[in-house]
């Protein structure tokens, strides 16, 4: 049977406020406003590069909620499975950020407890809702969020495998919402459902306890768990506006790794949300292309380090440009300054 959607993800939509042209927030009058979370620039992503994808979550009923709603479909994210908050303690979380240049690091100050998306519930949502995906995708931030978040995304993982959906994770470790230990129990339960598998080498270490080099680390969570594939992100931070980013992705069926020369000295103007651009560029790849791990390496790689040229939160790249990007570099000769 045809899915409705390539993609459906559960996640926080989150207001993100951000003093311009990188002065402190300790020290600015002004904010900028945007929307982000790590589902929602996933999904986003994945729209833009031309599947069809929709967001789960719960936003207040109120003109923040609307704002969000409006961001999601211009990114082409459907808003068939938004609930809305009406009670009078409805409230979208809320995160500042900071951006850096060297020596000062970016900063972070969030304010999210007690959102609406704290209180979402499967009993929300139709029973349809889990039979028309070809992928559901969540992360580690909704596990840790609250006790009533893990609930409905592990019941939401169970419900969705059940059907035949592919099931996407991505560990995405905070350490300001639990600690590693508190991670690795929560997430060895529910990683038997996991098809597709994201991971950094430093969160496989310090959250999971692994050893060896990172191929050796893939390769063990596919040997624990019926996983297919592993994607581990590497970047190489040279400081807050020079970063090197590629990635490594293993196929477990077919026992191979998959590598490409990463992307250097990229000019960062906001590293916010470049790892769920790779995501949504591995998840594109994968379901676009009949699970070709050379095309989820490209399209990551390529969305991943784009991203960090882009303020806020979303991404904001097309097909044609993401394709352009990946033909520029592969290509090893003189290239044009500007595509014209």
């Known amino acids: ?18 003093p311009p042209n990188n002065e402190r927030i300790v020290r600015g009058d002004l904010f900028e406003k945007q929307v982000g979370g790590a589902e929602l620039n996933v999904v986003s992503g994945v729209s833009l590069l031309g599947l069809r994808t929709g967001m789960i979550s719960e936003l207040p ?28 303690d409805a409230r979208l979380g809320v995160y500042y950020y900071e951006g850096g240049a060297y020596p000062r690091k970016p900063g972070l100050v969030y304010d999210r407890r007690h959102s609406s998306f704290c209180r979402i519930g499967t009993a929300e949502f139709p029973e349809e809702m889990f039979s028309i ?44 919402l639990w600690t590693g230990e508190e991670a690795r129990a929560c997430i060895e339960k529910i990683l038997p459902y996991v098809d597709i598998f994201f991971c950094s080498e430093d969160t496989a270490r310090l959250t999971f306890g692994k050893g060896g080099d990172v191929k050796e680390i893939m390769r063990s969570f596919t040997r624990d768990y019926p996983i ?17 980013f590629g990635s490594v992705i293993y196929n477990s069926k077919e026992d191979a790794f998959y590598e490409e020369e990463p992307y250097r000295e990229i000019e960062v103007v906001d590293r916010i949300g470049s790892g769920d651009a790779y995501v949504s560029g591995a998840l594109y790849g994968l379901l676009a292309y009949d699970f ?35 033909a520029n570099h592969k290509n090893t000769g003189r290239q044009a300054e500007m595509d014209r």
């Not at 049977?1 to 951000?18: H, N, P, T, V, Y």
């Not at 939401?156 to 592919?166: Q, V």
């Not at 380090?305 to 097909?319: A, E, F, Q």
């Open 1 to 18: 049977m045809e899915k409705q959607f390539d993609l459906l993800a559960l996640g926080e939509i989150l207001l993100r406020l951000s």
């Open 292 to 326: 070709d791990c050379r095309k989820a390496l490209e399209y990551g790689n390529a969305t991943g380090s784009v991203k960090n040229t882009i303020p806020g939160d979303l991404p904001s790249c097309d097909r044609k440009e993401i394709d352009r990007i990946i």
């Open 133 to 176: 995906a070809r992928c559901f995708h969540t992360s580690g931030i909704t596990l840790a969020l609250t006790e009533q978040t893990r609930e409905t995304a592990v019941e939401m993982i169970k419900r969705f495998k059940e059907n035949g959906t592919l099931i996407s994770f991505d560990v995405n470790f905070r350490g300001n």
């Open 228 to 244: 297919s594939v592993v994607a581990s992100t590497q970047r190489i931070v040279h400081s807050p506006k020079v970063h090197t």
């Open 61 to 88: 009923d109120n003109a923040l909620g609307i704002y969000a709603k409006n961001k999601l479909r211009f990114c082409g994210v459907s808003d068939d499975y938004l609930v809305y908050d009406g009670s009078r």
